[in-house]
């Protein structure tokens, strides 16, 4: 359990940990893998959200799946990225997350995922929080945790 100190501290940064849906690239999930190849080379992230028509988050994909999906038996095949969808493709066991946040469970969360899909109450993706806004905020925490608290030795 997080301690309350610790918790209020984490929670007086909460609103900055959000990044919004409209900023957040994306691919639909009845894209080509060669729509999303090129939107991943652009934007330059390893992994993107996957949407439906209708916004709701589906899951993940990472440039190394659309590779992966180009890798054949005598060598690289690019032309086989135009004939499969990313919802062919995608990674669907994706932990979620909908506020209001409860910081213990993202911490867990952060140690294998390097962000978090955020989601209201019907699935429609309202952006991301990632490890590196909740450092942050830890960073935050090291470093003014005695401004705001007496710390004692037990």
Not at 36 to 39: G, N, S
């Given at each position: 359990m997080i301690s309350k100190a610790v918790l209020q501290l984490l929670n007086q940064?909460?609103?900055k940990f959000l990044i919004p849906a409209e900023i957040v690239a994306n691919?639909?999930?009845n894209n080509s893998l060669e729509h999303?190849?090129?939107?991943l080379s652009k934007v330059k992230y390893a992994k993107i959200p996957v949407l439906d028509q209708d916004q709701h988050f589906k899951g993940l994909l990472s440039l190394a799946m659309i590779t992966e999906t180009m890798l054949g038996l005598t060598g690289i095949?690019?032309?086989r990225l135009g004939r499969i969808q990313v919802k062919d493709v995608m990674q669907t066991d994706v932990p979620t997350i909908c506020p209001p946040y409860d910081m213990e469970e993202i911490l867990h969360?952060?140690?294998d995922q390097t962000f978090l899909a955020v989601v209201d109450e019907n699935g429609v993706f309202t952006g991301i929080l990632t490890r590196r806004e909740v450092m942050k905020a830890v960073n935050y925490l090291a470093h003014d945790l005695e401004k705001e608290y007496t710390v004692e030795k037990k």
């Open positions: 940064r909460k609103e691919v639909q999930e999303a190849f090129l939107v095949d690019p032309t969360l952060l140690v």
